[in-house]
């Protein structure tokens, strides 16, 4: 059965950071791409980034400059480093992987979800 997992979430002030990690198990083959959405209380689901096997990377306008996305080298875990947090970062933060199409931030297109780290900045 496959497990994505994530961890890291927690409470931070304005202007502080945190690193979410994203771990899949139980697969033998590596994902075509790995994301990071969140969603946030009566707002839909946004994407936040997504990398690709080859290594590219895309954001979110929202978060660009700020988030950074990474992934191991062959492997299923992914991390979102957050620096300088604001308040309307504070949501549930889910990790997605296994793509099926070329809109990263449709999270229609995601195949495997884990089920979510929470994320609070307070001002």
């Known amino acids: 059965q496959i497990q994505l997992v994530e961890s890291g979430g927690g409470s931070v002030q304005a202007g502080g950071s945190l690193r979410l990690s994203c771990t899949a198990s139980?697969?033998?083959?590596?994902?075509?791409?790995m994301a990071w959405f969140r969603q946030a209380p009566g707002k839909q689901r946004e994407g936040v980034a997504a990398i690709y096997n080859g290594g590219d990377t895309f954001y979110a306008d929202s978060v660009k400059g700020r988030f950074t996305i990474s992934r191991a080298n062959g492997k299923n875990t992914v991390w979102l480093q957050m620096n300088t947090l604001k308040p309307e970062d504070t949501a549930m933060y889910y990790c997605?992987?296994?793509?099926?199409?070329?809109?990263?931030?449709?999270?229609?297109?995601?195949?495997?979800w884990g089920q979510g780290t929470h994320v609070t900045v307070s001002s």
């Open positions: 997605a992987a296994d793509l099926h199409g070329s809109s990263w931030y449709s999270s229609d297109l995601w195949g495997d």
């Open positions: 139980g697969l033998t083959y590596l994902y075509n791409a």
